[in-house]
Nanobody
Framework: QVQLVESGGGLVQAGGSLRLSCAAS????????MGWYRQAPGKQRELVAT???????NYAESVKGRFTISRDNAKNTVHLQMNILKPEDTAVYYC?????????WGKGTLVTVSS
């Protein structure tokens, strides 16, 4: 079993910053890729950023240059530094971890950006 627990969400004004963290516990040795997805009200869940075990990153076009994903393998954590936040970034952000066969999800943390 793998548990992913997000933290760091909250309310911020447009132009501000937040840092999300996700701690993985349980059987984590075979989690290769980790990342973040988000789901805004009335919309489908979408990719925000992913990071492979080899260090390759992938970002949604809408967050490139503003968000940075990083990973601490020793602590089994992944972070998402979000800068220059916009109201359209408002969503529930979900941590994602994948073994390549199974996908694991956190319960999500709410990020609200006020204009």
């Amino acid at each position: 079993q793998v548990q992913l627990v997000e933290s760091g969400g909250g309310l911020v004004q447009a132009g501000g910053s937040l840092r999300l963290s996700c701690a993985a516990s349980g059987i984590t040795f075979n989690i290769n890729n980790m990342g973040w997805y988000r789901q805004a009200p009335g919309k489908q869940r979408e990719l925000v950023a992913t990071l492979t075990s080899g260090g390759t990153t992938n970002y949604a076009e809408s967050v490139k240059g503003r968000f940075t994903i990083s990973r601490d393998n020793a602590k089994n954590t992944v972070h998402l530094q979000m800068n220059i936040l916009k109201p359209e970034d408002t969503a529930v952000y979900y941590c994602w971890g994948s073994t390549g066969i199974y996908n694991h999800w956190g319960k999500g943390t709410l990020v609200t950006v006020s204009s």
